[in-house]
């Protein structure tokens, strides 16, 4: 019965926060109950979310075993390390360049370009704090809250001139027997332009001229059948993909994509995102039932749905 009761403050304090900050960034009150607005269906889910099954898929160290089991360990970047705690001697063993992620927030990480120039002191520093911090607080996102955290080391992949390379960012929709998407290309410094399946311009920030070596990869259709696996479980999802030479690597899978505050300009894009995602709120794999968060406290909750686990070690080097 008590954890019932700390549940319910927790969620009616996390209502609150969500609903202030949806009027703020949305300017209007929104309907998480029966919510029709792309915004709105993801502010459902982080309320009624089964945030057990979130947070595996959101954590950038165990989604690495969902991601092979279903598509192959070929699409993953190479691991060089995960570590529960950083300390100054595991750089030692790394290369010149790689990337450090915080596996439990968004953009908790690291660009290492050249490692003798990394304030390594600082760098440790840094990423043990974050170990301590909880990124889901910040706009309601619990299930970020459910990630143990581990600091993980990966490879740094490069693009076609040296750079970071662009992403490919997939808003896969599945409904009752049928798939679909849309798609945004997005620069490394955060510039996107959007499109339909088709290819035809939903919306952009980024000159054609810019866009043009981007566009149409010869690799382009493998990324389709790459994200259409990687979503099978979703009712919605967006899986985050690079392009680096004829291979496809996997980014990341977002629930709760700009936390669900972010303004689509463009109206026909919003329609489409309105209209492509059914929610399956009757999916116990993705949804806890709404209504045990508003009548009493003694109504039994649904049994949890079993899914991929992966036991996180206690050593330093997690493998």
């Not at 927790?10 to 309907?31: E, P, S, T």
């Not at 990124?135 to 993980?152: D, K, S």
């Not at 990687?230 to 709760?256: H, I, M, N, P, Q």
């Amino acid at each position: 019965m008590l954890g019932r009761v700390i549940e319910w403050f927790v969620f009616n304090a996390q209502h609150r926060k969500i609903r202030r900050q949806f009027a703020a960034n949305l300017g209007y009150a929104g309907d998480f109950e029966n919510p029709t607005t792309f915004q709105e269906k993801v502010q459902f889910r982080k309320l009624y979310g089964n945030h057990d099954f979130y947070a595996l898929v959101a954590d950038k160290y165990r989604v690495r075993n969902y991601v092979a089991s279903r598509v192959g360990e070929q699409h993953l970047i190479p691991l060089l390390g995960a570590y529960a705690r950083l300390d100054e001697s595991i750089f030692k063993a790394l290369p010149q360049q790689f990337i450090i992620k915080a596996n439990h927030g968004c953009k908790w990480n690291e660009v290492v370009y050249d490692k003798s120039k990394l304030d390594i002191q600082n760098t440790v520093r840094r990423f043990n704090k974050l170990c301590t911090r909880r990124y889901g607080w910040r706009a309601g996102e619990r299930h970020y809250n459910f990630i143990p955290p581990v600091i993980v080391i990966e490879e740094l992949l490069r693009g076609k001139d040296g750079g970071l390379p662009w992403d490919y960012s997939f808003f896969c929709y599945r409904g009752p027997n049928r798939f679909d998407y849309t798609f945004s290309i997005g620069s490394p410094d955060g510039r996107t332009a959007g499109f339909d399946k088709d290819w035809t311009p939903l919306a952009g920030k980024i000159p054609a001229i810019e866009l043009a070596p981007h566009m149409k990869p010869a690799n382009f259709a493998e990324m389709v059948q790459v994200a259409t696996t990687l979503s099978a479980d979703f009712d919605f999802v967006r899986v985050d993909l690079y392009s680096v030479g004829d291979k496809v690597y996997f980014g990341e899978l977002t629930c709760t994509p700009h936390q669900g505050y972010g303004v689509i300009e463009n109206k026909l894009r919003q329609k489409i995102c309105d209209d492509l995602w059914q929610l399956d709120s009757g999916n116990p794999l993705l949804y806890k039932p709404p209504r045990s968060h508003r009548i009493a406290l003694s109504t039994p909750s649904r049994p949890p749905v079993p899914f991929p686990a992966v036991a996180l070690d206690s050593e330093r080097h997690i493998t």
